[in-house]
């Protein structure tokens, strides 16, 4: 059953704005700050002038949008999305947002998260005469709305929305009105802004920085917010619940100038790894961390324990889509892909190699490796995570069961297999605080699934037989 | 006279084996490495096997050698170079290797640095009958090798680099042997390594690393490394002189794994941090580093000061060629670019902001604003160089004198125009210190000309009339 | 209303093959001979190894298939479109075939022609809650299937043919069957053949030719073939009833090297030439035909009347998609577009102008004006057609009734309007015998709507209140 | 010694335009009408306003000039070539015009032709130290200006001009001026005409009519033309002599609708296909023509023999760059490329096929199987033009000697090689008195050296010791 629903899951981004003379280009800008959210496809939807007109496309931002199209795009409101590049992902038709147009209007749809009921309600409907156009579990929003019987639209979305069960933020644009929805648990990010009179919304803040946009709230799990020429106003499709929020966005996910929840996650990182230093010092020379995510980690494991943070892993900034990747033979010469070792800092020194977490084993593996090969002496492996036991139905691509290293070794075990001298992982309490969320009785704020097993939704349902144990403790 | 020299001026990155069956293959993954060296253009000419062969085109490495260009490309000897982008320089034509063929057999011609004399001899040679193809200096190594009356080739070559002045490391490949070549003074950085059996050279240690080689040594200033099939030679075309290598490799141009001169560059930014932070400490709540040179030095200060290092300004990584920059307009309203601040970690906070040099002011105006706006209560500037007073002819692109802020305002002027709280420039002896220069009595073996005005060479020549005072105090 | 329905039409070209190892490439060369039809966009999709793949583009078939995508289409069985370049026409979505995957399994639709009650059917189906993908009449089909209560997929694409009205010819490939079917009419035609063991169906013979395949005979109206490992089998969805292959397809749309309902296009086309002779002779120096559709008109017109045949027009071979389009300024000044006079041809002669029908009158008007600037003394202007007074409903793009010129103005108007000598237009009894229908009393074959405004179907339907009166007398 | 000369063919066309606003557009438009002079690259330069610009690129003319170049092109003066496929040619850089700028100025030169002496002169001029750009003989014309003593550009050129020997019509395009250039024998058209106020010269005067512009008179061989602001002034570089304009230029290449050297291709064409009717009846059903070229042809002897002129071999228009290729084993199945037998007009027919020249032969045999295979009783076959014997060395790409069927097989025996019914080739006699020249006793008019092996220049020059016996009878 994993396996099948493994090839839905998705990250991705969405950023939306309302009331702008130059909607497209805010959106572009936006959508480029959360890039690192997905790289596969990108494509924004213009409207609030009475039409929909749109723009999309397979590659990063600014490949999509780099012969003039955001000139075609004119409209005083907008919402834009990134998709992740997943394995086999259907290619230019899943590409975000989606558009559906019918006699009686128009419809765009953004959404970031993956809906765990998703394959049930794609079989009841299209046992009731729909044909669904994607892949993607995003369509069944619209296919739900479009079957609803309410006569008005916004009760039409609301019914729709209920139906859904697992991690959503849709952005919905018609000709004449914005909606922005969060799940009832609140998985994934999504924040609300200004911009002047014009109000935003984004997977995260760092969209807001680099538009100049303050930032106001957080979307509140199960809200509803509709804006139109009226204005603005919050309403609910479902009873507030304790915010479950993926802590694998404070891990590696997000971008480290973003507040999450209200947090900065550069600030989280380096309690990470001031954290992990205090649950698992060593001695060793120097500190170094993987780039990008563990950056920030590595810093704070140096600042608290005093080993000095060196730069013993570097990550080519130039590969793109287009690289050549290395041929086995190559590879066994010698040839490195994205990651490189630097001989100048690590030969000879005992070094404390900071991760954000250990998936298959086989990326740690290779790495230490590296490291041994330009000469350090001893490589002491610290992940700023609880070792991840259980798969993710919410939208991160964790693998399977089967695939996840530690769901069938013993931390003693990995050690050996991926060839370090030491191991450590950041224990659930250390994760928490560091994020700060013991002290506020906020693990309740926190989705863990992944570390623990305990889901806080159904996962696939009845239908398909595997009702795994709810959260709630 | 300097606007016209400027348009010259080109920084890039070259690479060359021989005697490995992939060695296209090869260069490609070198060139990528040093991918930072240049982003105009790229091209690879392969031979060892009786022909030269070659593909070169505008863009990013993994950009031109896209379509399987690669596999074209049969040979065990290549170079190959990577071109930096020079404003209106050239397009196609000038992206090398350059590649001459005459009825006698081919010549490929990679240069990396700035012949200071390069007009003048371009001038005597059209007035002998010399067709040029380009507007790069390179080509007048060719035609001098051309018109050359020694009869044989290595003979020849060594000729025409004697009528050279200024600063260039040369790659030539022909159907039977690869020449390398660094001028006297040594200016632009050039290592020697091995792969297997094959030789290897680079601009910067980090290609070794990346395709697995293992360095050897230097190529010293004044020499001609010849290899064919009967191995590798070492000879002088010049006597051997002090080196004069180039400080701001060290400070801003290469890769931080990279060993220049034998002298790691993380490792040395480090140390130029922790020198600032001793010549110029401060009271602040914060560190923080202009990505991606100053992270190195920011780090440096933050260990030496105690003060900690955060992330307090964001490079966005997705800026390509087809980044549509925002309008006036748009800027206005408060849209960044290519660096944000991080509003959650330096607000509220008095910011150390570390960044490599002042050229114009401009910049660093800008970031010490945008700061501001995100809420930094005092920004002190750090720069891990002195101040810039001077051109600088040897192929780094840093303006003319009149465009220098360091030629015509003192400290506290430009702190002012930069609206900083307080500024302070590395000493000339920190820079050296600091490199590991100056206990070796090394000064002799950097180059200092663009801080004071001391330039190792000639400069243009008497027929231009600006014969500036030459180096060697 | 006529302007609405306008912006449907669309001419097209399909190919399917059952049975072949390389039917994606066969269908290539296929598609490739019935470009004429269609140069918008191409796309084929692959099946009968139990799964659908695709592609398809925007562009020539060459242009969409130039970067290996043959390669990934595996496959025994394969249908593919050609689609026709309609002015705004929903771009890439609307690229046929149009693929529809379902839990159940999946279905791609290949159509040529044009359904009148496309608007109707697609209100209906949107009221019971289905959406539309494309603007394309052509889904309409899909979504009839998918809700048809018929157990097995045959009789459900029955049903769902017996909803529809106008002009079709529909190509269905399945996992694991392929079905055809034509219109109750026969407005569009649509030939099977055999290529060794294989099955070969395209809407022109000259697909067969390029390929190698026999001819084996027409599709009839109201037939639907199934094919599957089974092998053949023909059923009906509508009763036999007389056909209404349209006439333009003789006139001016089918490859002359084709044959249509088994007569040979380019005979034909000299037949209407020869018929013209015959009643409307002229006295003059040299024939002409408007290239490409009428150089065999031309030809029988010399051949009946004795005039040399010369090569008075000439059209540009290499007008493409990117071709830039002469200024207004330039045209006036005399610079030619797509059609070029032949000054050394026509000068001081009188020139028989062969074109094949008058639509709006401009063109005419434009070549008749280019023949006497060459020097031409004299213009007979002789259309190998009645004249067009009503607008097709069917498939073919002839505007509507306002701008049709016949529609308005009398032979003699028109040939003021055009400025043309003399005029004569082919007669009906004349068009119905030089293509042999007349005499086998197969005028009832032929649809002649567009020169008699007798339709042989409903148009629009009640609801949109237009029941224009049907044909058969 | 042949095969390396081949190498250098090529078949060219250019125009150029002095005097005229928008001269890189109407160059574009005249490059159009010349492209099926040459399809691999294309290019414009442009100047009149003091400084020259260019863009060129690999493609047809529409692909090169796709992105809005044309705009960028801003001048009153230009020149403009379209240059022919030869296998493996060089590439991009040999596109034309080539520009060559020196500190003195610039120029840029257009080429249509094959100098025969070229090796020997880039022989001298590389020992003289001169370094060769290209594989092209175009660019020893530019190293012979630079090298020449004279003190003027216009004294400059006329001395490089007569070092040449071949086949030359040379554009040469300044900062002030363009120079027009007929090689001694005017082996290629070149014609002069008048837009408005501007001067135009074109390969074919097809480009006349394209744009407008009104033909004044064929450049004379020998014949300097220099324009400048004081105006058109003719000189000569050469005595006058006799002219020997290609014969294939009215057999195959031209373009029907142009006039060479005054005489109109279409009604030549016809003038060959009724002389050949005279020379070579046949008893047939229908004739048919192998298009593009041989049309005129075949319609010129239905004409004559009163046989029924047929479509009985289409061409598919849609073939360009990108057409894959149908591999071996497709073709054995008998998948067509380009030319298709029209079996519903050839099958259970007697047909005269006409084609314009055998070379290899492996064409003809092709074309009469397939034709065979599509049900043609008899073939016979009718060559517009003598036996081809000899090889061409002024730009016309007929292969080898040893490639040529006519040069070791008699009439008998090449029809049996291409299993013809009948074979007849036009007599020498009858394509001189087709075109016109024999009775102005103009047979010194036509280069006829491919059907006689007299030339009219020496070839190759002693240096290389083939002397081949020089024309004049």
Redesign the interface.
Known sequence: MLAEIKGLNEECGIFGIWGHD?AA??T??GL??L??RGQEGAGIVVGGNGKLTFHKGLG????V??NGE?QQLNGTAAIGHVRYATAGGGG?ANVQPLL?????GSLALAHNGNLVNAEKL??RL?Q??????T?SDTEVL??LI??SSEPILKERIKEALTYLEGAFAFLILTETEMYIALDPHGFRPLSLGR??GAYVVASE??AF?????T?EREVEPGELIIINKQGIRSERFAPRSTRSICSMEYIYFA???S?VDGI?I??TR?NLGKRLALEAPVEADIVTGVPDSSI?VA?GYA?ATGI????GL?K?????R???Q??Q??RE????MKL??????VAGKRVVMVDDSIVRGTTSKRIVRMLRE?GATEVHVRISSPPITHPCFYGIDTSTKEELIAARHSVEEIRQLIEADSLAFLSQKGLLEAIGRLDDSAWRGQCLACFTGIYPTKIGGKEHGECIQTGGR
């Open positions: 130059e280009k805010i572009y800008y480029h700050s890039q690192h990063l931002v600014t490949e949008f780099s955001l230019y559906f147009r019918s006699q009686k794609k079989f299209e009731q005469g729909s044909i669904f156009q892949t619209a296919h479009k079957r911009l002047g803040t760092c920085d680099v538009i100049g946009a930032y971008r480290p100038d507040n900065n550069h600030a380096k920030s810093i600042e000095p943070y060196e730069l570097i080519n900034r130039y590969v793109g287009t690289f050549i290395p041929s033979s190559l010469q010698g040839v490195k490189s070792p630097v001989r100048g800092v330009a």
